[in-house]
């Protein structure tokens, strides 16, 4: 059973950084191309950035420069660094993978970026 437990979100005030985390286990983890996903309150869920097996990494939109995707295959993680925050930005995020089909949906984590 496909399991991914995402963490490191918060409050942080506009222009601020966050790092968030996201483990994952029961697929063999290092075949599969991963992404980031959030949903804003109102809003479809997106893909924000995503990195494949062989670490290539594509971004959506404006975020490249500002959102750095990387993800650690020896303990099954990925990450997403993100920088110069906007209100805007504000909500779960979510990790899974970024090819075939998509698996059960984590818990998510929790970005507001609100002074």
């Known amino acids: 059973q496909v399991q991914f437990v995402e963490s490191g979100g918060g409050l942080v005030q506009p222009g601020g950084s966050l790092t968030l985390s996201c483990a994952t286990s029961g697929i063999i983890y290092s075949i599969y191309a991963m992404g980031w996903y959030r949903q804003a309150p109102g809003k479809q869920r997106e893909l924000v950035a995503s990195?494949?097996?062989?670490?290539?990494?594509n971004y959506a939109g404006s975020l490249k420069g500002r959102f750095t995707i990387s993800r650690d295959n020896a303990k099954n993680t990925m990450y997403l660094q993100m920088n110069s925050l906007k209100p805007e930005e504000t909500a779960v995020y979510y990790c899974?993978?970024?090819?075939?089909?998509?698996?059960?949906w984590g818990q998510g984590t929790q970005v507001t970026v609100s002074s």
């Open positions: 899974n993978v970024a090819e075939g089909r998509l698996k059960s």
């Open positions: 990195i494949t097996s062989n670490a290539n990494t």
